[in-house]
Structure formats: structure tokens, C-alpha cells
């Protein structure tokens, strides 16, 4: 059979005739002409189709799992889900963290809100604040605040009447403006974003303590209110801020005006955001916004 494949093939390009004998009759014979090369051709294509036919059949069927390693890709894709998912909650476990090291901080001690800024200085990237040099001009800010406010410390806070009522929703946005950014959590927007005149007068939405009044390179004056039901809510790019830490705030009450302090402020403008327990809220769904 070697031999007679061999001949085939060193003949394809000529035209074979093959002659059959029967062995019972060997008077009586048949003969087949043909050309090698088309044969060999024929064959070549009858196999490429059976082995194509055989790999489709075991991809679609569950032996295809183990040949082709579709359910590592699969397993691939979930794990790079569940990761994304991961980092995600990863970001809002860390606001949470901030937002009850803040609570705890206005709890041991009375905040400072009184600092101090060197021109000459370099930032510090985690608190945006520089630190002094000596024999250097500095540019103080303060903190501006109302008479006759009422600041809680220490337990005052936990156990303050302001937090046994429950806040009731839709109430009105902190400042009447235009709004210019949504809720976008995927890239680290976890608030809303309302444009307008720098100076008008931002309010609180809801009776609340101040739990932090402070400065950041990014975001300029920053005022974090805690509310009654695990609710929390935080105002950025202020130009001033009027209450302190510890401060107690009533609903409507002017805690500051609109400004565009921040390296990340594009205009005068408001970033508000709302938490509870932990989770960043969509405001839309809690605001008037128009």
C-alpha cells in the first residue's frame, strides 16, 4: 500500500490507468483511469473536513472545556469582575473611613480651625497643607463663625437631641444654582456638581453637628455635616466657611459661600455629596435639582 501511494505520487501530474483483478476469476478485470494529483487533492480536502467537523463538534459539547480552555476564560472575565467590584467598594470603605475618623477626632478634641499657609513652602500631598518655614511671610485664613452658636464636644455629640429626629426627602439643594455634574462613582465622583454665583449662600439641608471644617488642595474649604439616621452630607469649594467643628447647624441655616477654591474646581460652584452609613448616595434622587 506504501509502495502503490508512493507511485501515485511520483505520477500525479499523469493520467493512471489502474486495472482490478478478481482473484476468483482472474480472467475478469476492471480498469479505472485517473489522474494521481486530483486524488490526492480529493482526499486532502475530505480530511481537513473531517477534522474540522470534529473540532467544531467538540467545542460546542462539553469536552470543549478541556480542549479549547473555555471555562478558564470564563473564570478569567468573573475574576476581573468580582476585582472591579473589589476596588469599588474598596473607595467607598475609605470615604467611610475618613468620614468616622472625622467624627471620632471632633470627639476627642475640639478641631483647630485656625492655620497657616507659607508662599514659600512646598505642599504636603496628603493634607494640603504646607509646613511653615521660619523667617518666611505667611497668609493665615480663619474661619469665620456667627454669635450665639451652639458647639457640642466629647458625648454632647453621640447623645444630642439634633440626631433623634428623621430627615424627611426631597428637601432643597444647598445653594440655588445650575446643575453641571452628575453622579459618577465609576470615576470618583461621588457627588453633584451645582454652578453658581460665586459668593451666593450656601445651606445646610438638614439639622446636623459640623464634624469637620477644613482646607484641602483639592478641594479647597470642605465642610462635612453629620445628620440625624446614619445620613451625612459634604460641601466642597467653598470661599468661605462660616461654622466650626462641633458646631451645631440647623436646617436652611447659611454654612458658607459659593466659591472655587480647589485645584480641582472649574468655576465657581458647589460639589455636595450624601452618605449614609457609609455609602454614597445619589443627591438627585434626594434633592430638588432642577
Avoid: C
Wanted: glycine residues 8%.
Amino acid at each position: 500500500m506504501k509502495s502503490l501511494l508512493k507511485k501515485l505520487f511520483e505520477r500525479r501530474r499523469e493520467e493512471v490507468t489502474l486495472l482490478l483483478f478478481d482473484d476468483d476469476n482472474p480472467h475478469q478485470q476492471e480498469s479505472y483511469t485517473l489522474k494521481p494529483g486530483k486524488l490526492i487533492v480529493i482526499l486532502t480536502g475530505l480530511n481537513l473536513a473531517v477534522v474540522l467537523v470534529v473540532m467544531l463538534f467538540l467545542y460546542f459539547t462539553p469536552a470543549g472545556t478541556v480542549l479549547f480552555n473555555k471555562e478558564n476564560r470564563a473564570i478569567r472575565a468573573s475574576v476581573i469582575q468580582i476585582h472591579d467590584r473589589v476596588l469599588a467598594l474598596q473607595d467607598t470603605l475609605k470615604i467611610r473611613d475618613q468620614q468616622l475618623y472625622e467624627i471620632q477626632k471632633v470627639i476627642r478634641e475640639r478641631a483647630d480651625t485656625v492655620f497657616s499657609i507659607n508662599l514659600a513652602s512646598g505642599w504636603n500631598e496628603t493634607y494640603g497643607q504646607p509646613e511653615p518655614a521660619p523667617d518666611q511671610p505667611r497668609m493665615t485664613y480663619r474661619i469665620s463663625q456667627p454669635q450665639g452658636v451652639q458647639s457640642l464636644q466629647g458625648d454632647q455629640i453621640i447623645h444630642s437631641e439634633i440626631f433623634s429626629g428623621e430627615l424627611r426627602f426631597p428637601v432643597e439643594p444647598p445653594v440655588s444654582g445650575t446643575l453641571t455634574g452628575t453622579f459618577q462613582p465609576e470615576i470618583g465622583h461621588y457627588g453633584i456638581d451645582i454652578a453658581a454665583r460665586k459668593g451666593a449662600d450656601v445651606r445646610a439641608i438638614a439639622d446636623g453637628v459640623v464634624i469637620s471644617s477644613d482646607w484641602t488642595i483639592n478641594n479647597g474649604y470642605t465642610v462635612h455635616i453629620l445628620h440625624s439616621d446614619g445620613y451625612a452630607s459634604v460641601y466642597k469649594h467653598f470661599s468661605e466657611v462660616i461654622y466650626r467643628a462641633g458646631d451645631v447647624v440647623r436646617k436652611g441655616d447659611i454654612i458658607g459661600k459659593v466659591g472655587e477654591t480647589g485645584l480641582l474646581a472649574s468655576g465657581p460652584h458647589i460639589h455636595f455629596e450624601l452618605w449614609r452609613n457609609g455609602v454614597s448616595l445619589d443627591p438627585q434622587y434626594y434633592i430638588n435639582v432642577n
